[in-house]
Structures are given as structure tokens and as C-alpha cells.
């Protein structure tokens, strides 16, 4: 077996620290006559997801303590606020778009994430989401998905140290975790600071960014860190094996696992 197999084989199925500091005051703005305030839930259509205002701000990415490709550790300033799935994308949204459920866990409803899609997979749900409603959704970059994560803190996992509390984990470890061996329903764990719930758990997480073996030249604006490499960065751990807040690694574009699904980003005016 190729050694590219191998790292893909245990990101799928195995088992991922950084200090975030918001430096801004609360950012408000209009987007569709509603007010859009740092911390506030937005819902732009009934087709649209519901989505919360991330403040702008400055972290230190990576880790000292974790992986090789977890550093350098990097300071890095999003200078806007923008807006993250307040869940993942669940199978009810993907079917409302896409017309079908590819999902292993079909059997967990329609509250549960989307699963067993590839990156290029949820770059086509987006496409057709922007279509059919006007605006303008995307993969957060791999900065934003860990501010957003991290959300001012330095827990071990998004949102805390206790992962019974923030996610579903561990079906595949011994001893076992939460997650009963599948996906859970989404928003039924304790939302991080931010808002956000699963960001630890349940399924990992597509983000726009190629693969990088490092953080060496690595983006320090937010902005997706993109190549022409086919390997792109799914983020967060899964059902399956719990993963510290900074753990990453990378997959082919257009592979598909039980373990893999997608949040949706959106930037604001």
C-alpha cells in the first residue's frame, strides 16, 4: 500500500491546540435590511442555512505541542467578521439542494450531517445553493474554520475540555466514546463561545484550502491557502476517534467517508 493510502486510510478512520484572541470591537452591519451584529445568528431564506456573525480578530495558528504539519505556530488577523454554519450541513439541507442522501447514516434523519461527500461534491451542493438562492455561500478557509474553533480560547477541543460536553466521538476507540459507532444529530452538544456546535466531532469538516505539510508561508491575512495540489484539508475529527482543536490532515478531492462532511462560510459586506 502507497504511503499517499496509508495517511489517507487513517485520516478517514483514526484519530486532532491553538490560543485565539479577538482584538475587535463588535462589528454591525446590514445584509438584506436585517441587522448583522458580531455573535448574532443570520438566516438570509428559507432555502439558506442559519449562519452566526464570526468577529473579526488575530490568533495564533498551529501548535507547539501537536503534529509536524501543526507548525509553525503562526499569528494570524482575520480583518472582518463573516459568517459560519451554525451546524454542518445536514442531510435534510443536502437532499432540499441535491435532490438525493448519500449518506452512510440515512437511517439517522434528517438533522444528522451530511456524510460520504467528497470536497468536490460539497463545492457542487454550493453552487447549487448560491444558484437557487442569489447569494453567495462557500468553504470557510482553514484559518477561519480554527478562529471560529478556538473562539477566544485554548481548550483542547472547540469549545471545552470535557469532549462528552462539545461532541460526538470515539465509535472506533478503545474504550469507546459517545457516538454509538455513527453520526449524531447536530446542535445537541454545547455550542462553543462562538455559537457553533460539532465543530469538535461528528464529522470532520471540508475547508477550501489545499494540503500543506506545513504552516511554513502559510497565509497570515485568513485568506485559503490554495494550489495545485489534489489533496484538500478536511478539519474537526469525527464519530469515529476524537481529534484535538489544531489537529489537520489531508485528502484527495474527490474521495468519499463516513467520517467527512462540510459547514458552510459567507462573507460579509
Not at 438566516?43 to 452566526?52: G, I, N, W
Not at 434523519?109 to 445553493?129: H, R, T
Not at 481548550?155 to 455513527?182: F, I, Q
Not at 477550501?208 to 505539510?213: L, Q, R, T, V
Request: net charge neutral; aromatic share 10%.
Amino acid at each position: 500500500m502507497s504511503k499517499l493510502r496509508i495517511f489517507l486510510v487513517v485520516l478517514a478512520l483514526c484519530p486532532f491546540q491553538a490560543y485565539a484572541k479577538n482584538d475587535s470591537k463588535p462589528v454591525e452591519k446590514e445584509i438584506s435590511g436585517a441587522s448583522v451584529v458580531a455573535g448574532n445568528s443570520l438566516k438570509e431564506c428559507a432555502e439558506c442555512p442559519e449562519m452566526v456573525v464570526i468577529p473579526a480578530g488575530s490568533f495564533d495558528m498551529g501548535s507547539n505541542d501537536g503534529d509536524a504539519n501543526e507548525k509553525p505556530v503562526h499569528r494570524v488577523t482575520l480583518a472582518k467578521s463573516f459568517a459560519l454554519g451554525k451546524t454542518e450541513v445536514t442531510q435534510g439541507q443536502w437532499k432540499a439542494i441535491m435532490g438525493d442522501n448519500p449518506s452512510k447514516f440515512a437511517s439517522c434523519g434528517d438533522n444528522c450531517p451530511v456524510e460520504m461527500v467528497s470536497w468536490k461534491d460539497a463545492q457542487a451542493f454550493i453552487q447549487k445553493l448560491n444558484d437557487k438562492t442569489g447569494k453567495q455561500y462557500r468553504l470557510p478557509s482553514e484559518a477561519e474554520w480554527e478562529y471560529s474553533c478556538r473562539a477566544g480560547g485554548s481548550h483542547r477541543y472547540c469549545g471545552g475540555d470535557n469532549p462528552d460536553s462539545v461532541s460526538w466521538y470515539g465509535g472506533l476507540a478503545t474504550p469507546a466514546g459517545n457516538s454509538g459507532k455513527m453520526t449524531n444529530p447536530v446542535a445537541t452538544k454545547q455550542a462553543n463561545a462562538f455559537g457553533l456546535h460539532d465543530m469538535s466531532g461528528n464529522v470532520w469538516e471540508w475547508v477550501e484550502d489545499s494540503y500543506h505539510e506545513n504552516y511554513t508561508g502559510a497565509p497570515t491575512d485568513g485568506s485559503a491557502w490554495q494550489d495545485e495540489g489534489s489533496l484538500h484539508v478536511p478539519r474537526g475529527g469525527s464519530w469515529s476517534f476524537l481529534q484535538r482543536a489544531t489537529k489537520r490532515g489531508g485528502s484527495e478531492s474527490i474521495y468519499r467517508f463516513s467520517t467527512i462532511g462540510f459547514r458552510l462560510a459567507k462573507s460579509l459586506p
